[in-house]
């Protein structure tokens, strides 16, 4: 028998929806329709902008045809006279809105319809291996893989480029996909859906296009989350071994939303985790960085859309960006997206230089031709600090000369280009003292040796004190482990502090030198057209956030009843601040102790996050109450939360630091104290008794409320509070300070990071 009344019921919201619109569209004069090269009588040309609209009560029951039709009766008309769409993407989950074409008139008559809530001009974002499982401790007996079960029937989908087939997504020893993930590998992605790549998509404009990868970058990120094992993996026959990423048994749902020079719109990065939601991926690894500062959260595409993806039961892991040194650089501080530094590893592929003097100074390159004679003593020349353009080469001679080029500006393998298309016989890159000790082994297209600014700096007055006289070689020395001190910070990494009292970055992994899957060849026989998949080895928290992406599928595996908070929370309490020798991480920007807004919580640890023994959680119903104290209005919240009913002008107070996070993060005035509450859930099977152990930041007095937290068995909870305030300051005094505090049960020891601002 069939039930009709769903279907009317339907038909009766939407006809009231459209109908009721589309009385109050007639009264307004419509605004001139422009093509999307801006003729018209206006002067304004088209743009895209991110449109939010209440949602009205019934809209659950409409389908997405029904809800595309509801979101264009907010438009002047569905098309414009080029015959295209004005509407490119009517969302469902991510946000209660639409993406579509506008002029700024039209954009500001919207308004004043009922319904309208917000619009804002769409802003770009950019995107921002062999050994690194083994520096993890992930391969070891007994380690994260054994204990994960290798990331078996979790899902990660993936923001990125796209993806190239290679190797490193064949799908020999995995499982089906799991049954909830509704996914696919769309006819016209370009993809083939395997047992490894289980969905497939592109989101440009709209339109439904092709999942290649024709950059590399959404290739590379791929293969460190969830690569499948490979052997003989190398970069130009650098960096071998057996290749894998973090959990090379978990399952991809790839999602291209970057284009053309790696552009990634916002209003395709929505849409792609619209869909993630509703293929029911487990994780979300988005490389993203803005290319504009934002005040709001909502004006930022990755958080906007993470809020609604954790309320889905997804944990978002995302980058902090590669705006380092400066503080204040950090892109992505929302509480609810767990937020990746970029550390350098113990493995360093050695091209020395060795100057006419005798001095020798310790750089990198993955290109180390046999062919290059390092017995013989070339010339130095430099053509100035503009960082080896063609056009500054044009002014010196440098054939059959080792060149001095400044870091920075551009690509260092497009430096290399243009000295060896000058004649140039080996380049020397020189670090910026921003870049401090962090370098890079690229795969050059001739000789080269990237040194620290200290070295660099050494070889730039060698040359200026001798002149035409100055000479130098390069000494390649391969790969070598097992380097001190490691893992230490990368220059290039974001820093907080940043806005909402939220200890940014939370933690650090492995992003400079990784090696994974690519998909041209590299060197000096570089092709730009995708060729025999090869490997490749590059920098960025790019390359962070994905290893965390995979260690959150361990977790996943191993406890698929945790929340999504708990996940980050085990990350966080577990990682190490500490490098293999024991002392704090080093800052490769001034190689003395990083800044606790450098480094979070330390370096990630995946034997201890799969078995924290507490965890902080935070029910993401608390996150309106946590907006409305940042200063958000009700109307912001209720944007972003996409449900009314909140008053932030009637809500009980909170503070930023009273959210259940495990890190403490204040700033901190004269005279004040600052009361912090925690609560702890026991996520052991045995009973245990914990003591707390406290290191206050210099000048700061740390006092619990408690030295002593027990539990008879899982999921049992305490709360403890936290009192900070200022014991001994002058103005000569630091301002920021790293302090934390350890619950140590003798099996576990649970670490919360507490960071202090000092404001005289």
């Not at 506008?102 to 291996?129: D, K, N, Q």
């Not at 078996?152 to 997504?169: A, E, Q, R």
Request: aromatic content about 8%; charged content about 20%.
């Amino acid at each position: 028998m069939e039930h009709r009344g769903p279907l009317v019921l339907k038909c009766c919201v939407l006809f009231l929806l459209l109908n009721g619109l589309a009385f109050r569209v007639s009264q307004g004069q419509l605004l001139p329709v422009v093509d999307d090269r801006g003729d018209s009588t206006t002067s304004y040309r088209l743009r895209t902008y991110i449109v939010h609209v209440k949602r009205p009560e019934g809209a659950r029951l409409l389908t997405r045809h029904e809800l595309k039709q509801w979101h264009e009766s907010f438009l002047p008309n569905t098309t414009l006279d080029s015959g295209k769409r004005r509407l490119i993407y009517s969302y469902r989950e991510v946000i209660s809105g639409f993406a579509a074409k506008l002029t700024p008139e039209e954009a500001t008559a919207m308004r004043s319809m009922e319904g309208f809530v917000y619009a804002r001009l769409e802003v770009t974002h950019r995107i921002a291996t062999t050994h690194t499982p083994q520096f993890l401790g992930l391969s070891q007996t007994g380690g994260a893989w054994d204990s994960g079960n290798e990331g078996k029937g979790v899902v990660i989908g993936v923001l990125d480029s796209g993806i190239w087939p290679h190797p490193s997504f064949g799908h020999d020893g995995m499982p089906a996909p799991p049954q909830k993930f509704k996914g696919s590998c769309i006819p016209w992605s370009g993809v083939t859906c395997n047992n490894k790549i289980v969905g497939a998509r592109g989101f440009l404009e709209g339109e439904e296009v092709i999942a290649i990868d024709h950059h590399g970058h959404g290739t590379h990120v791929a293969g460190i989350a969830a690569g499948n094992f490979v052997e003989g993996a190398e970069v130009l026959g650098m960096a071998a071994g057996n290749a894998s990423g973090i959990a090379p048994k978990a399952h991809l749902s790839i999602y291209k939303v970057c284009f053309d020079d790696v552009d990634c719109p916002d209003s395709g990065i929505l849409a792609a985790i619209d869909q993630a939601i509703e293929d029911r991926v487990d994780i979300l690894s988005m490389s993203l960085g803005t290319t504009a500062a934002t005040s709001y959260y909502f004006e930022d595409a990755v958080q906007l859309g993470s809020l609604t993806a954790l309320r889905h039961g997804i944990v978002p892991v995302t980058t902090a960006g590669n705006g380092g040194p400066m503080f204040n650089t950090l892109h992505h501080d929302a509480p609810w997206v767990l937020t990746v530094g970029a550390t350098s590893t113990d493995r360093r592929i050695r091209a020395k230089v060795k100057l006419g003097n005798g001095e020798e100074f310790a750089g990198e390159s993955a290109y180390q031709p046999d062919s290059f004679d390092s017995s013989i003593m070339r010339t130095i020349v430099y053509p100035g600090e503009d960082h080896c353009s063609a056009e500054s080469l044009k002014t010196i001679d440098v054939r059959d000369k080792i060149v001095l080029c400044s870091a920075g500006q551009t690509e260092e393998v497009d430096k290399g280009k243009a000295v060896s298309e000058a004649g140039g016989a080996a380049m020397i890159i020189m670090n910026r003292k921003k870049d401090g000790y962090t370098t890079s082994a690229e795969a050059h297209v001739l000789p080269v040796s990237h040194l620290s600014y200290e070295d660099g700096s050494k070889v730039l007055a060698y040359f200026k004190s001798q002149k035409s006289s100055s000479t130098a070689t390069i000494i390649f020395g391969g790969t070598v482990l097992e380097q001190r001190p490691s893992p230490t910070v990368a220059s290039f990494s974001s820093r907080g502090p940043n806005n909402g009292n939220i200890l940014k970055p939370d933690v650090l992994a492995p992003g400079v030198n990784i090696l994974a899957a690519w998909p041209f060849m590299v060197g000096p026989n570089a092709s730009a057209t995708p060729s025999n998949p090869t490997f490749n080895m590059i920098s960025g928290t790019s390359m962070a956030a994905p290893h965390v992406a995979g260690i959150v599928a361990l977790i996943k595996n191993s406890h698929p009843n945790w929340s999504p908070s708990a996940i980050h929370s085990a990350i966080i309490t577990s990682a190490k601040d500490t490098d293999s020798d024991g002392n704090y991480i080093i800052d490769e920007h001034t190689n003395e102790a990083a800044n606790v807004f450098a480094v979070g919580a330390g370096q990630v640890n995946p034997s201890g996050a799969l078995d924290p023994g507490l965890v902080y959680e935070i029910d993401p119903a608390i996150y309106p109450k946590y907006l409305c104290s940042l200063g958000y209005t009700t109307a912001m919240v209720e944007l972003m939360w996409h449900e009314s009913g909140v008053q932030c002008e009637a809500e009980k107070h909170i503070n930023p630091w009273d959210l259940n996070y495990p890190s403490i993060s204040v700033v901190l005035s004269p005279d004040e104290v600052i009361k912090v509450s925690r609560t702890v859930k026991h996520v052991d099977g045995s009973a245990e008794t914990y003591r707390a152990r406290v290191t206050a930041p210099p000048g700061i007095a740390v006092e619990l409320s408690k030295q002593e937290l027990q539990f008879s068995g899982p999921d049992k909870e305490d709360t403890f509070d936290i009192d900070i305030s200022i014991e001994s300051l002058d103005k000569t005094s630091r301002p920021y300070g790293r302090g934390k505090i350890e619950w140590d049960s003798g099996t576990h020891v649970v670490t919360t990071p507490i960071a202090v601002e000092i404001g005289f």
